[in-house]
């Protein structure tokens, strides 16, 4: 059987290494003040120019029983009016209660106002209900908003947050902070679904081991459970907390970090935990195994840790503890698994560090204070009139002001700014510098649910500018047809400045469902990082449908699409594009098409055509629509090389997940076996790798495999035999290494990897 093979091409390692080493992307923002989480905008609800007017109309007897039978969460019917940020409306039902737990004893109440419980389903404004805290312990009746409002800056998943003036029956009750409440909408806003388990977790919620039976962590403490489960409440299962909290109390320290990054987002926690150090949160979980929630999210399947009930802060103690000192490496409680193993461990230290930094930076900042002042000059008038100010503690409206700059005394240790002040100053002093590898930010890996590219994307933070960032993929194709089951690539990511992300999307090879990968970042200054430790397999969901199959761009232009589904299509739903982007498409003649078939679509009449195809290479794009109605939808994506006279670019067999260069080729005919050279070149797996690694050899023939460093130093060389996996030994120093491979001669290509230590 005739074999055509290209010319011979030489070329040298350092040449190669120059190519393999790419371009610099724009560096990321050195500012890991990014977001974990997207925070919805404000909306009318808790937009904070103003202090909108909320009034309650509701029989005084049932307002009576209510303040005071302080243990009930009975709902009563209630008449409710907003006014402010621009709007005035009023709901005719809503249910009106107390809330919180110690505030219910309080002389100044909390109150929940729903809107769905009489009316299920209902939201007005886009929420279920509005959460007025009466912060009878703070008399600024502003550190939860202000703390809330720091989280939001730093990136995390946030509250919103406001005040308003609450009336009921018409008389003044006071001044509330409005905090969105912490349920199903909310993680939904911030992490694109509420399909997952969401846990509201208060003492004690320690997080330490208690059995590997689920439903042992369902125990009631407080009169309900320390780990409520607020949504799939059907289903109640406690599957995926038991593990987590089995992991992460049972992993060896020498595996903590692996074992974890694919059940909790690490980073997200570490500067969560930065943030509440900064605000001197004690009722928190390092301190008080008290007050957060976890969301296990089914988009990475792993769980995020949220901030909970933010008013004990900014110099509020009942402890006799001066939180402004307190060593920052010293917080929590070590006997709290969460708190105490990831502390200990050095990297994750590390990037605690980093920041604990960031947020520090932030504390004190003048665009900071200056806010806190505004909220207090726009809150004064409605602190002023405030009735309930002074049931608790006899605070006045001087102590009021006073509360932002000055200290109030008994468990007011500290004003907010002072507070502030201190702290920004003793963690300067307390901090270790920091230094590492780039850290990695809500990493992300979504497939679609056809044959549209795998997304991925990552927020990269680190030390030093990210020069690039890549997604390592491998598939296995075996199953299907591959040559040696092996497929292996990096999709090289893009920075977005606007997103502060770094994106990308590829195809993976068609006949393939087990596809794995992991992100690689890469400083200016050479540190690299992976995440997770080891490949994530991801799930891949095809649609049958049509692929390209062959093509030829000289005399005749043909592109051949091949039928690789099940059912016949309507070849007339597809069209042709010859760029990545997939515009100006080529819509194809509306004909059935059966299982297996093919059709080959002629392009050499450029006057009747959009575009011809180039010899030199180019982008061709598969396109697909339901009907006429819908957008294209890309399905297949080819970018095919220089073709030299007489040849194609064909798939090895028809559907085949490789491709090479034919000759003659076979238009609108089955592509024959073992007459197209593959194109693509043996690979070595996995990469990252350790000191054993395995080379595969996809050709009929023997190859020559090269090993050189990153500065072109010569390390080894090793014969594949053809068509084989070669067990391999890499006993030099780590770092980056480049592989070229060559038979009889001829230059086939060339790949990069790293070398772990």
Same mark, same amino acid.
């Given at each position: ?34 977001? @974990? ?37 009975? $709902? ?58 009466? $912060? ?174 933010? +008013? ?82 006899? !605070? ?22 002072? !507070?502030? @002040? ?121 649609? $049958? ?33 010859? +760029? ?51 957008? !294209? ?125």
């Amino acid at each position: 059987m005739f074999r055509f093979r290209p010319s011979a091409l030489r070329v040298s390692v350092l040449t190669l290494i120059g190519l393999l080493a790419g371009t610099a992307q724009p560096a990321s923002g050195q500012n890991p003040a990014l977001p @974990f989480a997207h925070n919805p905008e404000a909306g009318i609800v808790y937009a904070d120019s103003t202090v909108p007017r909320i009034d309650i109309w509701i029989p005084a007897d049932t307002l009576q029983v209510i303040l005071s039978d302080v243990t009930s969460d009975r $709902e009563w019917r209630a008449r409710f009016r907003w006014q402010g940020n621009g709007l005035r409306d009023s709901v005719g039902l809503v249910g009106f209660r107390l809330k919180g737990n110690t505030s219910r004893y309080s002389g100044k109440k909390s109150f929940k106002i729903s809107f769905n419980t009489f009316v299920p389903g209902t939201r007005w404004q886009g929420v279920k209900d509005l959460n007025l805290n009466g $912060e009878h312990n703070d008399p600024t009746v502003a550190r939860a908003r202000i703390s809330w409002n720091f989280a939001r800056r730093m990136g995390l998943a946030a509250a919103r947050v406001n005040h308003v003036a609450l009336y009921i029956n018409g008389t003044y009750f006071g001044v509330y902070a409005n905090i969105e409440h912490l349920n199903d909408d909310y993680v939904k806003h911030r992490y694109g679904t509420d399909d997952g388990n969401l846990y509201k977790c208060l003492y004690p919620a320690p997080l330490q081991f208690r059995s590997t039976n689920p439903n042992d962590y369902k125990f009631i403490a407080q009169g309900r459970r320390a780990y409520e489960l607020k949504t799939n409440t059907e289903q109640d299962d406690y599957t995926d907390l038991a593990t987590f909290i089995q992991l992460l109390n049972q992993a060896p320290d020498a595996d903590l970090l692996c074992t974890l990054d694919t059940l909790l987002d690490i980073n997200e926690y570490l500067l969560t935990l930065a943030v509440e150090i900064s605000l001197g949160h004690w009722d928190n979980y390092a301190v008080n195994n008290n007050n957060y929630y976890l969301y296990r999210s089914p988009h990475d399947g792993r769980f995020h840790f949220l901030l909970y009930d933010l +008013d004990n802060t900014m110099g509020i103690d009942w402890f006799g503890i001066n939180w402004t000192l307190k060593n920052v490496y010293q917080w929590g409680i070590t006997g709290f698994p969460l708190y105490g193993r990831l502390m200990a461990n050095d990297e994750l230290r590390q990037r605690f560090t980093y920041y604990l930094k960031a947020a520090n930076d932030l504390l004190y900042a003048p665009e900071f204070r200056t806010q806190i002042l505004q909220i207090r000059d726009q809150m004064g008038p409605y602190a002023l009139n405030d009735p309930y100010r002074p049931s608790d503690y006899g !605070y006045t409206f001087q102590q009021f002001n006073l509360g932002y700059t000055a200290t109030i005394g008994a468990h007011v240790k500290e004003g907010i700014l002072p !507070y502030l @002040f201190k702290r920004n100053l003793n963690t300067a002093q307390q901090l270790t510098t920091p230094s590492g590898a780039p850290l990695f930010r809500s990493p992300r890996v979504r497939t679609a649910s056809s044959s549209m590219p795998v997304e991925v994307s990552t927020g990269v933070d680190g030390m030093q500018p990210v020069a690039r960032v890549g997604w390592i993929w491998n598939a296995d194709t075996s199953s299907a047809g591959g040559a040696l089951g092996i497929a292996s690539d990096t999709a090289w990511l893009t920075f977005q400045p606007q997103e502060q992300r770094w994106t990308g999307s590829f195809l993976p090879p068609v006949h393939t469902d087990q596809l794995s990968g992991q992100f690689w970042a890469q400083t200016n200054g050479n540190r690299t990082a992976f995440w997770p430790c080891s490949p994530q397999k991801v799930p891949l969901h095809r649609s $049958e449908g049509f692929i390209f199959n062959e093509v030829g761009a000289r005399h005749p232009d043909f592109l051949e699409v091949y039928h690789r589904g099940s059912e016949p299509l309507n070849l007339g739903n597809y069209a042709v594009s010859n +760029d990545s982007a997939g515009t100006n498409p080529y819509a194809l003649p509306s004909q059935t098409v059966n299982p297996g078939e093919r059709r080959c679509l002629d392009l050499s009449d450029t006057l009747n055509r959009p575009f011809g195809l180039s010899s030199l290479g180019e982008w061709v794009v598969l396109l697909y629509r339901p009907d006429t109605l819908a957008p !294209y939808l890309p399905v297949d994506v080819l970018r095919y090389p220089a073709l030299p006279e007489g040849t194609t670019y064909a798939r090895l067999t028809d559907g085949h997940a490789l491709w090479g260069l034919a000759r003659p080729g076979t238009p609108c005919a089955p592509n024959e076996p073992n007459a197209v050279l593959p194109d693509t070149v043996p690979v070595v797996y996995p990469n990252p790798h350790g000191r054993e690694l395995t080379a595969a050899n996809p050709h009929p023939f023997p190859v020559r495999a090269t090993l050189h460093t990153a500065s072109g130093e010569w390390l080894a060389e090793w014969t594949l035999p053809a068509a084989s996996h070669v067990p391999l030994i890499d006993d030099f120093p780590p770092g980056f290494r480049v592989w070229t491979y060559t038979a009889d001669g001829l230059f086939l290509g060339a790949e990069r990897t790293v070398r772990l230590p």
